[in-house]
């Protein structure tokens, strides 16, 4: 009797101990689930004589994080108790129905908000600090998980070009223009010139932080595309139109542009299409604007051609130029592809955009 007492009293102090210490939200227990349990990382099943017994051991096992209560065949004073390592959220899997159980978790933000990592995610607690990780699917990341890329969202049924949210690196969400039906679909749009309505003859932090209208003419920003060549391998694909209504593209199997530090620099290569190859000559170049000049030529290419650009010494593409509606007197500054039109020849429509690679 005495020792009985005895062993009572060490368990009640281990359990005020674990109540005290650092785990003191770890013996709040959540909403009772029914006709529901977790199967596997059993720590041990024992039996019982009540659920408030189950929960007094699951808070003198330090490592249970749930419990299974259920009946006994055969013997109505007694139930089966399941600790378990795990919950719900983390062993979604086995996460199972049974009728002859209820289930059971510690409280956790999880539980408060089990929707916090979205469609696409698993919210896992952390019992230490109350806070949660997000355990996002293949292609997705953040809190709540998204996906990463246009590409993504294609794969996973969003067939309509327009508008949508992706988070290429777990940062903060990106809105872009999707493009779903260009040669299989899936390409992210980080620029987009087509009626000259917005000035693209800007400083350096307008082309870092982006500009323009996602449903006109725009410029993502160097940051965020930095981001999304950082994430991923990706490709360029590069659509061109003329005012006579010839149609052309180049596309380039490696593309990436570093961050700021290093001045946005150019990665680019493996050309096809029809257009002529006029970025190649521009690998490995820098990002430069009119007050920012990162090219090699003395006579500063920005300023000099009216747009921002890797130039190297000056260009064969000036994409982000001046609108000058088709054919023009002046030399290379217009949004010019000296392969397809040359350099005195201002395009009507320009479309630049990255897709992760398969």
């Known amino acids: 009797m005495h020792l009985s007492i005895i062993s009572l009293l060490c368990a009640v102090a281990y359990g005020i101990n674990r109540i005290s210490g650092p785990n003191l939200k770890a013996v709040n227990f959540a909403g009772k689930i029914k006709r529901q349990k977790l199967n596997g990382s059993l720590i041990r099943d024992v039996e019982v004589d009540s659920e408030s017994s189950c929960q007094f051991e699951c808070v003198y096992e330090e490592r249970c994080q749930s419990y299974n209560f259920g009946t006994v065949k055969g013997d109505s004073n007694k139930f089966k108790c399941q600790l378990s390592d ?25 539980e408060e908000d089990s929707f916090q990592c979205g469609d696409h995610g698993i919210c896992v607690p952390n019992y230490q600090d109350d806070s949660i990780q997000c355990q996002c699917k293949h292609g997705f990341t953040g809190k709540p998980c998204e996906p990463k890329s246009c590409s993504q969202l294609f794969q996973d049924g969003s067939n309509s070009s327009g508008l949508y ?87 380039y199997t490696n593309f990436g542009v570093a961050d700021e530090a290093d001045k946005y620099r150019l990665l680019i290569g493996g050309y096809k299409g029809t257009a002529g190859d006029s970025m190649t000559q521009h690998n490995n170049m820098g990002f430069s604007t009119n007050d920012q000049e990162n090219d090699l ?24 130029g001046l609108y000058l509606n088709g054919s023009h007197v002046s030399y290379a500054d217009g949004v010019n592809w000296y392969s397809f039109r040359g350099y005195h020849y201002s395009l009507k429509r320009t479309e630049m955009k990255v897709r992760t690679k398969a």
């Not at 795990?86 to 999880?110: P, Q």
């Not at 323009?212 to 659509?239: C, I, K, P, Q, Y």
């Open 86 to 110: 795990s919950d719900r959220f983390a062993g979604f899997a086995n996460f199972i129905e049974d009728k002859d159980f209820i289930y059971r978790g510690i409280k956790s933000a999880c």
């Open 165 to 251: 949210t992706i988070n290429p690196d777990g940062g903060k969400p990106i809105q872009v223009l999707c493009d779903m039906i260009t040669d299989g679909g899936g390409w992210t749009v980080f620029q987009k010139r087509l009626d000259g309505s917005v000035d693209f003859y800007l400083k350096w932090e307008s082309y870092k932080n982006g500009f323009g209208d996602l449903s006109g003419e725009f410029w993502l920003g160097n940051d965020n595309l930095h981001r999304l060549t950082a994430a991923d391998h990706v490709m360029l694909r590069v659509d061109l139109e003329d005012f006579e209504g010839k149609i052309t593209y180049a596309e």
């Open 297 to 320: 030529d003395s006579s500063h290419c920005s300023q000099h051609f009216k747009g921002a650009w890797w130039y190297e010494s000056c260009h064969h593409s000036n994409l982000n």
